[in-house]
């Protein structure tokens, strides 16, 4: 068991190796002028490794928001007893207030000087909002592709984005008081299985 949690300690160091060493390619010389070997020099890895954690450049410009998915939905998943979806949400944003480091502000800057990688990340941003909407929908008791699910977890989306990358906590706390709110007005009990052919 030891071994077997040294090696994944190990691949994840890996991992992130290769990521930051991606991003600061991306955000120094540009998205389409970092090749793959670049990259593996950088981050101190073999080519065939960057590959193998990564099928493709757009995957590894692509990895924060797979790890944010991870972290969202693990903290859903594992959330206390009693709390909503959004309950969670809200400890989940607190949480990662209290750990923002460079990797946040160098995939910022990639993102900005990379404009190309704006509608493939905006494209994966959706991937998340409809896994979202199942857990909401689940916790609603409505079907999956459901009006207000999908309605829910669109306006938070929305909502996480516009706190920015440092949010206090008031800025939390009345973001999700006004996503409760809104949940709240759409989830009558006339309401809440409206599909989207309705």
Known sequence: MRAEGL?????????EAIVSAAHELF????????????????????RRTVTLYFPT??????????????????AVREREPGWSVIDALEHWLNEERSHQ????????????????????HQARVAEIVEN????????MGVP????????????AAALVSSLGPAPGREDIAAAMTFLR????????PD?????ADS
């Open 191 to 195: 309401n809440g299985a409206v599909r």
């Open 181 to 188: 709110a809104g949940i709240s007005a759409v989830s009558g």
């Open 132 to 139: 979202g909407a199942r857990h909401l929908a689940e916790e």
């Open 7 to 15: 090696r994944e300690r190990g691949k994840a160091r890996k991992r």
């Open 57 to 74: 450049k757009l995957s590894i410009a692509l990895a924060h928001l797979d790890a944010v998915e991870e972290r969202i939905f693990s």
């Open 144 to 155: 999956p592709d459901a009006r207000d699910a999908r309605l829910a977890a669109a306006a």
């Open 101 to 120: 480091d460079e990797m946040d502000a160098l995939t910022d800057r990639m993102l900005t000087l990379n404009p190309q990688l704006q509608a493939p």
């Open 27 to 46: 955000a120094e010389r540009g998205y389409d002028a970092a090749t793959i070997t670049d990259i593996s020099e950088k981050a101190g890895v073999s």
